[in-house]
């Protein structure tokens, strides 16, 4: 006979732990991330370009599990953005004040982290006036194209024929671009229906 691997509540219990668990290996990848960037050699940059792109996947798959299971939960929804945040920012604070040349412009840096708090803070507006600001396609698109930005600019140098600097330096652009689009769209729409109320 087959002995039991534990039981139906213990199992229940363990996969409900799992996007979260997830999510918080994604918060633990950033300090290594961070210190391989710190002086970068070329070996260190394949090895932040790997762990930053497992840390990436665990986005996917975290997602994916608490949907597909009925598995979001308060903390959860605390985290996970949280974690793709700071990910993001982090990676790209380290290129910008790293030592290699070309590197990240500091005032793109300083967009896409303003923009992240203006963000922030509307929803925390909208969610105490019971408005839901559900996440768009423009801000999905600007997400994937963050990622894709900053595996290349972590590379950095030339592989395969690729300049993957300039690459990661264009995705980054468009990808701001949309950041900055998408924050004005949402605070127009927040404004017009917190106006609509009080009229």
């Not at 040349?101 to 006036?129: C, D, H, M, N, Q």
Request: glycine share 8%.
């Amino acid at each position: 006979m087959r002995a039991e691997t534990g039981t139906p509540t213990t199992r229940v219990a363990t996969l409900a732990n799992l996007p979260n668990a997830l999510t918080l290996l994604r918060i633990a990848a950033i300090p290594m991330i961070v210190w391989l960037l710190h002086r970068p050699t070329r070996a260190g940059s394949l090895a932040a370009f790997f762990i930053f792109f497992v840390a990436s996947i665990t986005d996917f798959f975290d997602g994916y599990l608490a949907r597909r299971y009925g598995l979001i939960t308060p903390l959860g929804k605390l985290l996970d953005p949280l974690a793709d945040k700071l990910l993001i920012v982090s990676a790209l604070l380290m290129i910008a004040v790293g030592s290699r040349v070309p590197t990240f412009p500091a005032w793109l840096l300083v967009i896409i982290i303003g923009r992240e708090l203006a963000v922030t803070g509307l929803r925390s507006i909208a969610a105490s006036e019971g408005i839901v600001l559900a996440a768009e396609g423009t801000g999905k698109l600007k997400m994937t194209l963050q990622i894709v930005g900053v595996h290349c600019l972590i590379l950095h140098d030339r592989y395969f024929g690729i300049n993957f600097y300039d690459v990661g330096m264009i995705t980054i652009f468009v990808a701001t671009v949309l950041a900055v689009w998408s924050a004005v769209d949402y605070h127009v729409t927040v404004f017009r229906q917190l106006v609509a109320r009080r009229d």
